[in-house]
């Protein structure tokens, strides 16, 4: 792949007739290169860098200045983005915000809203205090591993800390007291915070600082009331900004929480120095005071769509981390002064602490579910995910991934250190309820699994009836004819059936985010309630029972540790392998498309970048050459297409047509994101382009129709294609013809033939004048 020299692309438009056609081809998750996009080993990058761009077949750099040699075809041109999501090995680090990804998922999940503007609203704060729960539920594992494991417990138990030459200076010396072992120990968990700012405000530098085309939905043109269509939709820059300030300032705060709570409780006892009794008190309000803080700057402004938001609230996103940077230094300090008659033992209140933060994720999950459901009756739609509540669902999966990361890392640091020894109480008894919950769950996940799979044999018998209709199979057919072969009609049918069960998903969320939910609510009662870890407060009931507890705590410990070994060897190989690295890409890929609303910590939003990339293109294209352009979208391609036809002005959209292929459009994102793809907007969509054609299989687990209601479906819809091309061996096909499922859709001669129909339906349009010097028509201005 080279790059086109300046004048490569340089177009006068009075070269430009009516012919012009070109076709921006978007590549679906997972990536691909720019040769096997445009099927040439030799492309030229003309717009674009390593991370982005856009790109041509050698031979198409001057294609403008050449009409009469793309007669009745279009110029090929790619736009390929997978950098964006797996390029570098350090997007590898990017497992370890998993969680955070997910909840930002719940966000944008909200239902279908018809005047309740207070209520979407409060669902948005909703998502946004959960996130930060999470914010607080990761820094406080790392104060539980640093601080009360290392630093509290064996440190300050001489013959743990004798198995552990590396904290002999922690039990001997100046560094032996409590206090300023706490102090040292926090420096872990304070990078840890530090490390989450410097990612999520370096990926806030290159994606959110990419401004989207200028332009205001016109009052007559159907979008105004779309999301997706917003001039600031894509611009969340102010919102990101005020929110990772927020969530800095609420780590650094947990981990002064962490280290000074003890030192004040042992200086509000009875007959303590009265300096650091008042110094505790001053703590105690400073840091109520932070929090305070931080709730507020979530909890009082949310995204601005409807106009590019510029502020940045600098003051404000300076203080706050500053502010609790500086609190917890004077914390640090206020540990660290001199009480030689305070001893550790025991655990610090890890207790209290992961069970306050559980009891108020159970809480902010109900109520969120609440305000969901509230919301789905104002517009109901049978195809929304969960009847609505795949918000609340995911939120709930979020916070249970948050629970399993951290409690895996407390219980193999806690198993290393002192092993089978029994020399350190260990990691507080939530987390060992909480481990002990992994069993039942997936005891119930494998009765969904099966019931799943039985209704999977079920439906490919009767797929195998129709493929034997769709290729018009008979047993009685004469010698030229096609006669069933039952195992190639059996592959067929197979991928059918399994190709559904994507439409089952939101069963399998549905029931394990609900089991979950009970099964947590059940372990924050039950550590509270008995103040031990389950298989010792099941002693003394009923064999059956204390059987069941001890098991769960035993194979649910070994889960939780053989997760957590399991994700850093998978990280560890991403970093070291662009393969692997491209797999978890893919994941990425869907996670990652919608803006960071929730929390500022999860990965970037690619469509920042990319959205902006396609309509920069595709208007100053229209706009230089006055040609018919088609905007080709594969998988999560067309995703990205769709998202860039609404943010074009009216007129602009108005001469794009829209080939969508694969197409996950309605399949997952009108049902999961009924508020951005639900049947309302699509629709609308199919009214503002010139033309549509989406095309599907039957095979394909991720793309499907589009479903417009009324006559629009048929208008957009092309009826399943068949896959393979051929049943056995013809003329054409002499060999057997793969199964494709989700790719090459191009290799199916439909594609051709839908993607000339429609550049034979487009308008095309009088080029406006450059003045001299402008830009080229091969370069955009994006």
């Known amino acids: 792949m080279t790059t086109a020299p300046e004048h490569a692309t340089d177009t006068d438009t009075s070269t430009a007739t009516d012919e012009t056609a070109l076709e921006l081809l978007v590549h679906g998750v997972g990536g691909t ?65 998993l969680p955070f990804m997910v909840v930002n998922l719940a966000h944008w999940m909200r239902p279908n809203a018809r005047s309740r503007t207070r209520t979407v609203r409060l669902y948005g704060l909703l998502v946004r205090l959960a996130g930060l729960t999470l914010t607080v539920l990761f820094i406080a594992g790392a104060c539980e591993v640093a601080l009360d494991l290392t630093a509290w417990q064996c440190a300050g138990t001489p013959a743990c800390a004798a198995r552990r030459t590396w904290l002999g200076f922690l039990a ?42 200028p332009h205001q939905p016109e009052p007559d043109d159907g979008s105004a009331d779309n999301a997706l269509a917003r001039p600031g939709f894509w611009y969340g820059r102010r919102l990101v900004s005020r929110l990772r300030a927020a969530h800095t300032a609420a780590g650094l705060l947990t981990v002064a929480a962490a280290v000074g709570t003890s030192a004040a409780r042992y200086d509000l006892r009875a007959g303590g120095p009265v300096l650091l009794d008042v110094l505790g008190r001053v703590f105690v309000g400073a840091l109520v005071a932070g929090l305070l803080a931080v709730l507020a700057v979530v909890v009082l402004r949310g995204r601005t769509e409807d106009r590019l938001d510029l502020d940045l609230d600098r003051t404000l996103v300076r203080v706050l981390p500053y502010g609790a940077l500086a609190l917890l230094a004077l914390t640090m300090v206020y540990a660290g002064w001199s009480r030689p008659h305070w001893h550790s033992s ?59 990361m951290t ?89 059918r059936a399994r190709a559904a069960l994507t439409d089952r998903a939101p069963v399998i969320i549905g029931v394990v985010s609900a089991v979950s939910l009970l099964l947590g609510g059940l372990a924050v009662a039950g550590a509270w309630g008995t103040g031990k ?21 035993a194979l649910g410990s070994w889960l939780i540790g053989a997760g957590f070994i399991l994700f850093v060897t998978w990280g560890r190989r ?174 199916d001669p439909v594609f051709a033939e839908e993607r000339d129909r429609l550049l034979a339906r487009l308008k095309h349009a009088v080029p406006t004048p450059r003045a001299q010097g402008q830009g080229s028509s091969g370069r955009s201005s994006g």
């Open 346 to 404: 025991g655990r610090l209140p890890g207790d209290a602490a992961f069970g306050g933060i559980a009891l108020a994720q159970v809480t902010l999950i109900v109520v969120l579910a609440v305000v969901a459901k509230a919301i789905y009756r104002t517009a109901v739609d049978r195809r929304t995910a969960l009847r609505g509540l795949g918000g609340p669902a995911t939120a709930m999966l979020a916070c249970g991934l948050g629970g399993v």
């Open 172 to 213: 001997d010396g100046w560094w032996s007291q409590p206090g300023r072992r706490l102090a040292l120990a926090a420096l872990v968990p304070t990078a840890l915070s530090v490390l989450l700012w410097y990612l999520s405000h370096r990926t806030w530098s290159a994606y959110e600082a990419q401004r989207p085309l």
């Open 407 to 495: 409690g895996g890392i407390a219980q193999r640091v806690a198993d290393w250190l002192d092993g089978t020894s029994g020399l350190i109480p260990g990691p507080p008894v939530l987390l060992s309820w909480q481990a002990s919950v992994i069993p039942p769950l997936l005891v119930v996940l494998a009765v969904v699994c099966g019931a799943l799979a039985v209704r999977t044999v079920r439906r490919k018998k009767t797929e195998t009836v129709r493929v034997e209709a769709d290729y018009h199979l008979d047993e009685h057919a004469d010698p030229t004819g096609e006669r069933p072969d039952a195992a190639r009609t059996s592959a067929i049918a197979g991928t």
């Open 574 to 747: 991403a970093y070291k392998d662009p393969a692997a690295r491209r797999t978890i890409g893919i994941l990425w890929d869907v996670g990652t498309f919608w803006p960071r609303a929730a929390h500022p910590f999860a990965p970037p939003c690619y469509a920042e970048r990319a959205v902006p990339d396609l309509t920069w293109r595709m208007a100053t294209w229209t706009r230089t050459t006055g040609g018919r352009l088609i905007l080709s979208g594969h998988s999560q391609g067309s995703v990205l297409a769709a998202a860039a036809a609404w943010q074009l002005p009216l007129s602009v959209r108005r001469r794009v047509g829209l080939l969508t292929y694969g197409s996950p459009l309605e399949r997952l994102y009108g049902r999961w994101f009924p508020a951005q793809f639900g049947p309302a907007a699509l629709a609308s969509l199919h009214r503002q382009v010139d033309c549509w054609r989406n095309l599907h299989r039957d095979t394909d687990p991720i793309g499907g129709p589009i479903n417009l209601p009324g006559d629009c479906g048929p208008q957009v819809d092309h009826p399943a294609l068949l896959d393979p091309l051929a049943y056995g061996r013809t003329e054409r096909h002499p060999l057997p013809a793969p199964i494709l499922g989700h790719g090459d859709y191009q290799a």
């Open 533 to 553: 870890v389950p298989g010792s407060a099941a002693d003394g009931t009923f064999p059956l029972l204390e059987g069941a507890a001890d098991t769960a705590q």
């Open 33 to 97: 290169t720019p040769q096997e996009m445009l099927g040439d080993p030799r492309t030229v990058r003309v717009s674009g860098d390593e991370t982005a761009a856009v790109h041509r077949r050698g031979e198409d750099v001057d294609a403008e200045a050449r009409p009469d040699d793309y007669r009745g075809k279009p110029v090929p041109e790619a736009y390929v983005w997978c950098n964006l999501t797996s390029g570098n090995g350090s997007r590898a680090l990017w497992l370890l915000l």
